[in-house]
T-cell receptor, first 109, second 114 residues
Framework: GQNIDQPTEMTATEGAIVQINCTYQTSGFNGLFWYQQHAGEAPTFLSYNVLDGLEEKGRFSSFLSRSKGYSYLLLKELQMKDSASYLCAANYGNNRLAFGKGNQVVVIP | EPEVTQTPSHQVTQMGQEVILRCVPISNHLYFYWYRQILGQKVEFLVSFYNNEISEKSEIFDDQFSVERPDGSNFTLKIRSTKLEDSAMYFC????????????FGPGTRLTVL
């Protein structure tokens, strides 16, 4: 299978910026998704990168380097509601997603 | 905004029993998926489905599992003889297109096998 590596947990204060990193296996890779998952709920789509570079969507940005097998998600101006797990999912084959374990972000006042 | 829906939200069953998990994908989507997430673990791909046939499946998706699109709206996952280790949250997802298209997830069915 494709190993997707993410760090597990981080704590940050409201208004701060956090960066969540992800590495993936490049063989057969189509693109990289980031999802947000609150406890007990479904993953919700945040961003998609297929080309190298930075994609910005409001407070969230995502970066991809295909040659390095590396992506990061940048969360700016953190809000309490951003406390969640952030899942990196690499796309392979016929649109199969291989998820990392997720990075739990805890936002404190 | 269109959503993927799943029923039931919770299912408790005895080991060895058959269960059917139901999903209604987003109406104009053509590609359908099942994933599972064992408590505290990562989301795992089970199967993808397009044009009334399986397009890809993982090693988890053995002969105990099957999928079906019985009509124009439903997409089901059947587990023929449940095992304790099948206890997990099962997510259905759908996408408009194939490779590289965004998959939208349903709220999940929590399956507990006793």
């Amino acid at each position: 299978g494709q190993n997707i590596d993410q760090p597990t947990e981080m704590t940050a204060t409201e208004g701060a910026i956090v960066q969540i990193n992800c590495t993936y296996q490049t063989s057969g890779f189509n693109g990289l998704f980031w999802y947000q998952q609150h406890a007990g709920e479904a993953p919700t789509f945040l961003s998609y990168n297929v080309l190298d570079g930075l994609e910005e969507k409001g407070r969230f940005s995502s970066f991809l380097s295909r040659s390095k097998g590396y992506s990061y998600l940048l969360l700016k101006e953190l809000q309490m509601k951003d406390s969640a797990s952030y899942l990196c999912a690499a796309n392979y084959g016929n649109n199969r997603l291989a998820f990392g374990k997720g990075n739990q972000v805890v936002v404190i006042p | 905004e269109p959503e993927v829906t799943q029923t039931p939200s919770h299912q408790v069953t005895q080991m060895g029993q058959e269960v059917i998990l139901r999903c209604v994908p987003i109406s104009n989507h053509l590609y359908f998926y099942w994933y599972r997430q064992i408590l505290g673990q990562k989301v795992e791909f089970l199967v993808s489905f397009y044009n009334n046939e399986i397009s890809e499946k993982s090693e988890i998706f053995d002969d105990q599992f099957s999928v079906e699109r019985p009509d124009g709206s439903n997409f089901t996952l059947k587990i023929r003889s449940t095992k304790l280790e099948d206890s997990a949250m099962y997510f259905c997802a759908s996408s408009l297109g194939g490779r590289g298209d965004t998959q939208y997830f349903g709220p999940g069915t929590r399956l507990t096998v006793l």
